[in-house]
């Protein structure tokens, strides 16, 4: 363990968030308990486990907003399942072009105040996992252009919709557009964000673009 590791350990103690057994972030016993995502009404869109939990609002909360970055290893796996289920059949369709992970970007104002991006967070975890290297992550492909409120302070679906209108940008870049574009955040709701990204994507020439989610 390193100095890094043990300053993490000090600050937050492994302990199951839910029964705090010592040991776990959260033991399997917690996690069998964890409901699966409902759908969602967008059917690009896929999410691993239902928001409503208490413990997965408590370990997302942890990772966006209390320095948790080691929490992306414990979700990992589980979105790297669901994504392994998912390409087989878009696979059969395109052979071997490459199949990119794109984090939702954050705006400039929010990054610097975070210091990190938890969407990445997870894709550099889930690549780690990738024994079967289906997966490249491509930071530059997407931008947030305006700074707007967290999702989880707008209670109104229109206006959440309304927020991210014109938010995101496609940067220049030398795609062929063949790609399969899989975006990944830790959370969607009404689906706002994601929708907004997506229409950025295949506004720009993107046919086949994807997302999937920690929780919704």
Do not use: W
Not at 13 to 34: D, H, M, N, S, Y
Not at 86 to 97: N, W
Request: with cysteine; glycine share 4%; hydrophobic share 40%.
């Amino acid at each position: 363990m390193n100095i890094f590791e043990k300053i993490i350990e000090v600050i937050f103690p492994k302990k199951c968030v839910g029964c705090e057994r010592r040991g776990f972030l959260i033991c399997a016993t917690c996690v069998q308990k964890i409901p699966p995502s409902i759908n969602s009404e967008h059917e690009f869109i896929t999410s691993v486990f239902s928001y409503t939990s208490p413990l997965i609002r408590q370990m997302i909360h942890m990772m966006k907003y209390r320095g948790g970055r080691h929490v992306a290893t414990f979700f990992a796996p589980y979105v790297l399942a669901s994504l392994y289920e998912f390409i087989g059949e878009e696979k059969l369709f395109l052979g071997s072009a490459p199949i990119l992970l794109v984090p939702v970007p954050l705006s400039r104002k929010r990054m610097k105040l975070r210091g990190y991006n938890q969407s990445e967070l997870l894709i550099k975890e889930i690549i780690k996992l990738d024994t079967k290297k289906n997966f490249l992550i491509e930071r530059n492909l997407v931008a947030k252009i305006k700074d707007t409120p967290p999702q989880a302070q707008i209670k109104k679906r229109s206006l959440r919709i309304v927020s991210q209108k014109n938010c995101f940008a496609v940067l220049p870049n030398s795609k062929t557009k063949r790609e399969i574009i899989i975006l990944i955040d830790d959370v969607t709701t009404t689906g706002a964000t994601l929708v907004a990204v997506r229409n950025a994507l295949k506004k720009s020439g993107f046919k086949k673009v994807y997302a999937f989610t920690i929780a919704h």
